[in-house]
């Protein structure tokens, strides 16, 4: 039961961060501002 | 208990990861914008919002399915096109819908300081194939013509580049790799490298505009994290525009002065002859005919319609005599070079607009714009789509 468990929470806690670094590769791409302040 | 099973972890990291690319992957085929009229400033750059390249080709799908056999128009150009001040039902774009009539379909994917070519242009492109007969119109002025990789909306060109979903182009892809040496933007590329495979930015922007936005912005403040699709057009709710010379005077000397500052308009692409008489200098013919070569892969240009979209002539007859001729000067000689390289071209310096066209120096008003759109579907109806040859891939 101890065992299941410790896989079960690794598990989710694995899914957790794999969104959360999906995410973070999105943040990062974005500009922290808008290309046209630039460009005018 | 003890810690949990790291093998679970990474199993788990590996798994979330990937799922979410699969779900970014799946957002891309289907047309996610509810009503979608044109790209307003919660669904743009301004509010950190950055549409992905196939999720405005998915607009085009699920507006105008390729088995309707329907004309599509597929508008670009800056934020006259994008019918700034104009509120939504007021929007030119829409005027030009009802004029074509119902054997057309107009999608407007204009943006504020775009250039000819950026977002409706690269959209175009990716749909050209598929939508044989779709033809493109956008606006610029004379002497800008930026590529779609040089400009402010260089993004959705990377993003549709990465992703394969523009026509091999062996041109662009020599000048690419010339201009990769001197360019400063790799880090950049590289982010939409990874978007093409793991589909993040397709993902979240689904997510901000669906669910919830991530992150606040100075103009949306206390709103910055509701979905996207519950806020209107911002322009619906701005105060209408009001076209007449007491409000045109209120805008001097800012306005004229940056009308001064237009291509068009300032002196330094112009030089005087032993006449005296103002002429374009041959080193910026030659700069506008080469950037006017990178605009669009042949042979789109035959499928695409230039509109030089005009001044206010209330601010026109501010500027001195030399100014308006070198205006003059500009617009015909970019209607040369444009039809010169294959474009249809309409230039609108000398079309009948009037002070109470506009709401400022270049953006109209909605009679403004109904006008625009009358002339826009005349010049739509007169291109030969006869000759229109899919682009290879």
Redesign the interface.
């Known amino acids: 039961m101890?065992?299941s468990?410790?896989?079960?929470?690794?598990?989710?806690?694995?899914?957790?961060?794999?969104?959360f670094?999906?995410?973070l590769?999105?943040?990062?791409?974005?500009?922290s501002e808008?290309?046209?302040y630039?460009?005018? | 208990?003890?810690?949990?099973?790291?093998?679970?972890?990474?199993?788990?990291?590996?798994?979330?990861?990937?799922?979410?690319?699969v779900l970014?992957q799946l957002t891309t085929r289907k047309n996610i914008y509810q009503d979608f009229a044109r790209l307003h400033p919660f669904l743009e750059?301004?509010t950190?919002y950055?549409p992905t390249a196939s999720q405005l080709v998915a607009v085009a799908h699920g507006q105008c399915p390729p088995a309707s056999h329907k004309t599509l128009v597929v508008l670009g150009g800056n934020s006259v096109f994008n019918g700034s001040g104009q509120k939504r039902d007021e929007l030119w774009s829409r005027a030009l819908q009802e004029d074509l009539g119902d054997h057309y379909h107009v999608v407007n994917f204009s943006a504020?300081?775009a250039g000819a070519v950026d977002n409706g242009g690269v959209i175009f492109e990716c749909l050209a194939r598929e939508y044989p007969t779709a033809l493109f119109v956008t606006n610029t002025e004379p002497g800008y013509y930026p590529a779609a990789n040089r400009?402010?909306?260089?993004?959705l060109f990377w993003d549709a580049y990465c992703k394969g979903l523009l026509s091999h182009d062996a041109r662009r892809t020599a000048r690419l790799e010339r201009e990769k040496a001197t360019s400063d933007d790799a880090d950049?590329k590289l982010?939409?490298e990874?978007?093409s495979v793991?589909y993040?930015?397709d993902?979240?922007?689904y997510v901000s505009y669906r669910y919830v936005s991530?992150?606040w912005t100075s103009w949306l403040r206390g709103r910055s994290f509701q979905p996207r699709h519950r806020l209107r057009d911002w322009y619906d709710k701005r105060p209408k525009v009001v076209a007449d010379e007491s409000e045109f005077q209120k805008m001097l000397p800012d306005h004229l002065e940056a009308l001064r500052h237009r291509r068009p308009v300032a002196a330094d692409r112009f030089a005087q002859n032993s006449n005296g008489a103002w002429v374009q200098t041959a080193e910026s013919l030659q700069q506008d005919e080469e950037h006017i070569a990178d605009l669009l892969p042949d042979p789109l240009q035959r499928r695409s319609l230039i509109v030089f979209t005009p001044y206010n002539p209330w601010f026109l007859a501010h500027l001195t005599e030399a100014e308006r001729t070198r205006a003059e000067i500009s617009y015909a000689n970019g209607t040369h070079l444009l039809e010169k390289a294959g474009f249809h071209v309409l230039s609108t310096y000398d079309s009948g607009f009037s002070p109470s066209d506009f709401g400022d120096t270049v953006h109209l008003s909605p009679a403004g714009g109904r006008l625009l759109a009358k002339l826009v579907a005349d010049s739509i109806r007169s291109m030969d789509t006869a000759s229109n040859i899919p682009a290879g891939r």
């Open positions: 101890k065992t468990l410790r896989i079960l929470s690794g598990f989710v806690i694995g899914i957790a961060l794999g969104v670094f999906h995410y590769l999105y943040r990062i791409s974005l500009p808008p290309f046209i630039f460009a005018f | 208990m003890k810690y949990p099973s790291p093998i679970a972890v990474c199993v788990g990291v590996v798994v979330g990861f990937a799922t979410c690319c970014g750059q301004e950190s950055y504020p300081g400009s402010a909306y260089s993004y950049f982010s939409r990874l978007n793991c993040f930015n993902l979240w922007t991530t992150f």
